[in-house]
């Protein structure tokens, strides 16, 4: 209720002294909602997990290796929030929800007696302080890549915010503090350069001899073999995080082991898509349907790589309007370097005209025959579908699981990609 009297009021002050004002104003933001639940985070072990991509998956691994070793977990992240075996899904648009949002989570994580909780922190919740006093015992860094650049001025704004939450780690008042590196990203080197008590890094190497495979990925750990079903050299990244940061926790290997063959995925991130169980279609679904985050251009060439051996459909849109305009037309290259045929879309265009930002996409695209434009995404999906034979991949990336389509003057429309994608396949009644 506070934080929202505080919203009202912001509408009343002039824009130059918010400005001016705004650090101070969000940073006692942040100290109100920690008083307000008694600072939580210091009664907790709390981890951080923060970079450009994997943020979400790396997150979802710590936890299934945690709960395997017995440990009860929170998480704060775009996908959910969860207390112990409580969970809601995120519809806030928003991964790191408001500060007093964030501390009325980690009170539930504290008087729910789990024993860590894990945030998903982002650049933007560092812009506005939501980070502060949430006391970090340990930070993942997953990688860095172009991202919120219009947002952030530059892309050393924009790692400077980043490196403000490994910041927030150095100042913790926490006993032993630590941070876990990508260290094949080439900034690792400035994350590891903070002073904290313990410091590990990852990569590639420590999974060899490893193979990715297009239903899953065979690596080893430790002179153990493992195999993880996730896909892509990028999840053999996440999952190496999270088995580095379980091994800090002193987590036996065998364990890990067990935590990583046993998890499934995570829900929007390469998820598979097929027709349900009682749907006459179910037996005919002869292709493949691959839900998936992807909204940078480094992240959508990586997924479009799982399925280099398979004839791809590619369902995309504009990753978002107001914002990181110059995706759009490399989004289009990388799409017409990989797709069979390529179906622009709508996603979620806010107060942009939406047509104008799939044009930049298809110039991107440049001139081929396989590319068209269908503004309805509904539509564009079953358009993909009709496209698909058997063998193919139809692979339709930019929302994951966002909940809502976002149109001008902050209207919504209820939108799932997988549950869309299921109840389309579920239309097949036939093909040619």
């Avoid at 987590?251 to 990583?260: E, F, N, P």
Wanted: contains cysteine; hydrophobic residues 35%.
């Amino acid at each position: 209720m506070l934080e929202k009297i505080l919203r009202f009021t912001e509408r009343f002050i002039p824009k130059k002294i918010y400005r001016f004002l705004q650090p101070a104003y969000h940073y006692t933001l942040s100290f109100l909602g920690a008083l307000l639940y008694r600072f939580p985070a210091r009664k907790i072990f709390v981890l951080g997990v923060t970079g450009t991509k994997g943020k979400t998956s790396t997150i979802e691994i710590v936890s299934a290796i945690l709960e395997e070793a017995g440990y009860s977990t929170a998480i704060i992240s775009t996908l959910r929030f969860k207390t112990g075996k409580k969970e809601e899904r995120n519809l806030y648009k928003m991964t790191m929800p408001g500060r007093f949002f964030v501390q009325k989570m980690l009170r539930s994580a504290v008087r729910e007696k789990c024993d860590y909780a894990i945030i998903e922190m982002t650049s933007e919740g560092a812009r506005f302080f939501r980070h502060k006093f949430t006391y970090p015992d340990a930070l993942i860094f997953t990688n860095i890549s172009p991202e919120h650049i219009e947002s952030h001025g530059s892309l050393e704004n924009y790692l400077n915010a980043k490196l403000g939450i490994v910041r927030g780690v150095e100042m913790s008042p926490k006993k032993k503090r630590s941070i876990i590196a990508n260290k094949d990203d080439k900034y690792a080197d400035r994350f590891l350069a903070f002073h904290v008590d313990e410091k590990r890094t990852f990569s590639l190497k420590d999974a060899e001899p490893f193979e990715i495979l297009e239903k899953g990925i065979d690596f080893t750990l430790e002179g153990q073999k493992i195999h993880s079903k996730l896909s892509g050299e990028f999840n053999l990244y996440n999952v190496l995080a999270a088995v580095t940061f379980g091994r800090t926790q002193n987590i036996d290997a065998s364990i890990i082991k067990r935590a990583v063959e046993k998890f499934d995925g995570i829900r929007g991130r390469l998820e598979r898509v097929e027709a349900g169980p009682l749907d006459p279609a179910r037996g005919r679904q002869d292709f493949t349907v691959i839900v998936d985050y992807a909204h940078t251009p480094d992240s959508l060439e990586k997924v479009y790589q799982v399925f280099q051996n398979q004839k791809k459909i590619c369902v995309l849109g504009g990753t978002g309007g107001g914002r990181d305009k110059w995706k759009r037309p490399e989004m289009g290259r990388i799409a017409a370097a990989y797709c069979d045929h390529i179906i622009l879309t709508d996603e979620d265009p806010y107060d942009e005209d939406p047509r104008q930002i799939v044009e930049e996409i298809k110039n991107g695209v440049g001139e081929t025959q396989n590319c068209e434009i269908v503004m309805d995404r509904r539509a564009a999906i079953a358009e993909a579908f009709k496209h698909a034979r058997k063998g193919d991949a139809v692979i339709i990336t930019g929302k994951g699981t966002d909940p809502f389509i976002m149109g001008p003057h902050g209207g919504k429309l209820p939108w799932d990609d997988a549950s869309v994608a299921r109840e389309e396949l579920g239309k097949l009644t036939t093909r040619d």
